[in-house]
């Protein structure tokens, strides 16, 4: 069997998270919300025969954004059968002293490696916030990650953001989501301005968040021409893949878009081993 590592996984529990995204008032008007809107732990992550599950990282799901350390807290509890990192939720535009006093507690938490905010839509502005760099910059001192998550397509923002990474040159950002390309959009500077740093490395995930994603082979293909088999990795953003498909299926596709066996290792697994240090 072929091992995998999941670079972007969402483990939820509906009775102790809070998840006011999915289960508030106004929830995300997505296909098979229902399938979504359950408890989901590692027993869900079922593969077919021909792989197996080496680890994952946990990305934040909204557990407690005023307490991100009761998700981590609850994580070691849940996530005993596979190996795993956690990504917790962290404003990137609060007051620099917060946000470093917010860090060292998050620190003392199990498999902590970093940060997400997302910062989709009108929220991209949150990348140019005074703060922002001074609290990226302390990331990048205490050698954690930054979850990058936005539309390539805000072409002037994504131009100010890569210039940043490039001056915080230590500190390793991964873009989620492939950075949300999809067809007839005007993506493709801001794929070029990302890929310039060399601290920057991009999911393959997210093709159920676009309206119309690219030919699968094709945005493959433009984020190997862009960032090298070295830098893309393979994601599922389970459960919210079920959008469109289930795990094992998805995985299945992905295996399918890649005739190299090396490069199927780097993209699935190696890459993902190197860059998130397990």
Not at 212 to 229: E, G, N, T
Request: hydrophobic fraction near 40%; glycine fraction near 4%; include cysteine.
């Amino acid at each position: 069997m072929m091992p995998i590592i999941d670079p972007h996984v969402h483990f939820f529990d509906l009775s102790q998270g809070q998840y006011r995204w999915l289960t508030g008032p106004t929830p995300p008007a997505w296909p098979n919300l229902d399938k979504i809107v359950r408890d989901h732990g590692p027993e869900d992550l079922l593969l077919d025969g021909a792989f197996f599950l080496a680890g994952c990282v946990h990305i934040e799901a909204g557990f407690d954004n005023d307490n991100p350390d009761a998700e981590l807290n609850w994580l070691a509890k849940r996530v005993t059968t596979v190996p795993y990192q956690a990504i917790a939720y962290l404003d990137i535009t609060q007051a620099p002293m917060l946000f470093a006093q917010k860090i060292k507690t998050l620190q003392n938490q199990p498999r902590f490696i970093g940060i997400r905010d997302i910062t989709e839509g009108t929220d991209v502005d949150k990348l140019l916030h005074p703060n922002t760099q001074q609290n990226l910059s302390h990331l990048a001192q205490n050698k954690l990650f930054f979850e990058a998550q936005f539309e390539l397509n805000y072409e002037d923002a994504t131009e100010q953001f890569s210039q940043l990474c490039k001056k915080l040159d230590t500190l390793q950002v991964v873009l989620n989501h492939s950075g949300f390309i999809e067809q007839n959009g005007n993506w493709y500077k801001g794929l070029e301005y990302m890929a310039e740093c060399h601290n920057v490395t991009i999911k393959y995930s997210g093709q159920e968040h676009v309206a119309k994603p690219l030919d699968a082979k094709v945005q493959l293909m433009h984020l190997l021409d862009a960032f090298s088999a070295e830098r893309v990795m393979f994601a599922s953003n389970y459960p919210v893949c079920m959008i469109r498909t289930d795990y094992a299926a998805l995985w299945r596709q992905y295996y399918q878009l890649v005739d190299d066996p090396q490069l199927w290792t780097k993209l699935s697994y190696a890459n993902t081993k190197r860059i998130y240090q397990f």
